[in-house]
């Protein structure tokens, strides 16, 4: 199924607002390891969600449309629009996702028909890097609005499936009880985070044919609807951190001898 772009026009280009807090979970963001098949797990730290990031593997956005309307997504990638590689605003263009629909966004968007493929790579390499952007490199992101209502002959779809609603971003630690507790605990994270340096960021891989076609759509308000970021760095940063438990996140606990260190066998000495 093609999933379909947006050109944002002049006039509404120039409505840009500020983000809001989190506003619901219109849709879901998850990161998928393209190499490994899998979903990368998810950590919840000092009211952030955090992902590591293999270096040289490559990954795609999945985003899922919760609701039975249409939604426009704009994905920024380490501060980067993956649609038209300018540095990210909301009122730029982005995804429009049919009601319940589910897409893959594997790349940075070279055509409607094909994307340069997402990788995980070392920060100098980054695309946001190597175009003299490096300041948000570590941040995916979506800025989501809805359709300006219209009239339909017809009752809008319910889900092909039930599914649960999940929020991430704009939830403060259960143990935060006031407002001064909350604002202690984000700065008290702030100040944590800043000790790490960012690692890794999305590089500009390789072409791979993904065709999409145009569409119209008429955004219900200049201010998004849900603003949702995950941040991601090499699991031994995220270790380092306290976001991840500390210990070897793909084979097992520090120096303890493993069942399989290594990929293959090599050659003995002198083979």
């Known amino acids: 199924m093609f999933r379909n772009l947006l050109l944002l026009s002049a006039a509404l280009a120039s409505a840009a607002a500020c983000l809001p807090l989190q506003a619901g979970s219109l849709v879901d963001i998850d990161l998928i390891d393209r190499d490994s098949g899998q979903q990368l797990p998810e950590y919840d730290h ?13 990954y795609a956005v999945r985003l899922r449309n919760q609701t039975g309307e249409r939604v426009l997504v704009v994905l920024s990638v380490d501060g980067v629009n993956a649609v038209t590689g300018e540095t990210a ?8 996702l049919s009601p319940w629909e589910s897409a893959e966004i594997t ?20 695309y946001a890097a190597r175009t003299g952007r490096p300041d948000d490199v570590g941040v995916i992101g979506i800025a989501v609005f809805r359709e300006r209502q219209r009239y339909l002959p017809y009752p809008m779809p319910g889900p092909p ?13 259960k143990s935060a009880h006031t407002p001064s ?11 944590h985070d800043a000790i790490a340096e960012q690692r890794i960021g999305t590089g500009h891989g390789a072409r791979e044919w993904a065709p999409i076609s145009r569409t119209d759509f008429v955004r219900a308000s200049s201010r998004p609807a849900q603003v949702t970021q995950l941040r991601y760095d090499a699991g031994e940063v995220l270790a380092a951190m306290g ?13 303890e001898p493993r069942a399989f260190p290594h990929g293959f066998v090599a050659d003995p000495p002198g083979w």
């Open 107 to 126: 790349g940075w968007r070279k055509s409607l028909d094909d994307v340069a493929q997402f990788y995980f790579t070392d920060l100098p390499d980054s």
């Open 46 to 58: 000092r009211g952030r969600t955090y992902v590591p990031g293999e270096p040289g593997h490559r």
């Open 181 to 191: 507790a909350a604002r202690e605990s984000a700065a008290a994270g702030a100040a």
């Open 161 to 173: 499936v039930a599914r649960g609603e999940r929020e991430r971003d704009g939830a403060h630690s």
């Open 89 to 96: 605003s909301p009122s730029q263009a982005g995804y429009v």
């Open 243 to 255: 976001v991840m438990p500390r210990y070897d996140w793909r084979y097992g606990r520090g120096d």
